[in-house]
């Protein structure tokens, strides 16, 4: 089992609370995560499930979602 420092899961928790793009990761710390440690791998370190990962990576705002951002948008210009 791979141990991760401290450190490196706060660094991700605190990028996470931010809601920074999931590519972020990769770039900022490219060391820990391009260095063959899987994502799966971090996950597990950061007790987060793998389907929680994935929903919020392909998450995209629902239609009415759409439709609400437009109309505060529209109702803000006014």
């Known amino acids: 089992m791979i141990r991760y420092k401290k450190e490196f899961k706060q ?8 809601v ?9 710390y ?5 260095m063959g ?3 799966t791998s971090v996950l597990s370190a950061l007790n ?3 389907s929680t990962y994935y929903q919020w990576k392909n998450w ?3 239609q ?3 439709r609400r951002n437009a109309l505060k948008t529209a109702i803000k210009a006014v």
């Open 37 to 39: 440690h899987r994502i």
């Open 20 to 28: 920074r793009s999931y590519t972020d990761p990769s770039t900022e």
């Open 48 to 50: 987060i499930a793998r």
């Open 64 to 66: 009415q979602e759409t």
């Open 11 to 18: 660094s991700l928790v605190e990028m996470h609370n931010q």
């Open 60 to 62: 995209h705002p629902s």
């Open 30 to 34: 490219g060391p820990s995560l391009a």
